[in-house]
């Protein structure tokens, strides 16, 4: 009797603890994003899978090197069903860290080398358009530019003003400049 009821009560707490796991996944379809459609910084978006890196160039034609380095990462099973599929499913997450960087004489020449973040570029897949009312959300992305010194506020306003002028180029890609991820190819 002593057996069964041990049993009863861990399969209680187990059927709890999954339970609770994925509710909040039948209410949203990202952790990522609120009812009111707010993006948020995924904590744990440097375990995901790398996509690749961008270097921005230096403004300034003597200065040499990078002011800035781009990181791409993504959930593993966005690449996987991309892969698959050559689009990206809905709720996929894309996470660009803004990096600062430093340029400096090395005995192997001019290197660049990131310094401190400067901010997150966060892009959600909406393949529903669940976010109709907000101009954070449109084009089948939810869009957010999260600056790194006030990380609980979307620095975005419009997203048709302040990203897609430079997504532009990428307009027949989903808005997303696929050339920068080879883990995107199959």
Known sequence: MKICFGLTAIAVVL????FDRTAPAAESFSPYVDSKGNISIPKDF?????????????????QVGS???H???????TISAYR??????????????LLKAKTDSMTTGEI?????????????????????????????WGWALINADDPNT?????????????????????WVYLRGYPELKK
């Open 67 to 69: 002011k800035g380095f």
């Open 84 to 97: 698959a599929t050559g689009k990206f499913p809905d709720g996929a997450v894309l996470v660009k860290e």
């Open 112 to 140: 660049s080398y990131a310094t401190e973040t400067e901010g997150w570029f966060i892009m959600v897949k909406d393949a529903k358009g669940r976010f109709k009312d907000s101009d954070l959300w449109g084009d089948g």
């Open 46 to 62: 440097r375990s995901w899978r790398f996509l690749g890196t961008w270097g921005v160039a230096a403004d300034e034609d003597d």
């Open 71 to 77: 990181n791409v990462y993504t959930q593993p099973e």
């Open 15 to 18: 059927g709890t603890l999954w």
């Open 154 to 174: 979307i620095a975005t306003e419009d997203y048709k003003a302040e990203c897609l002028p430079c997504h532009q180029p990428a307009k027949k890609d989903d």
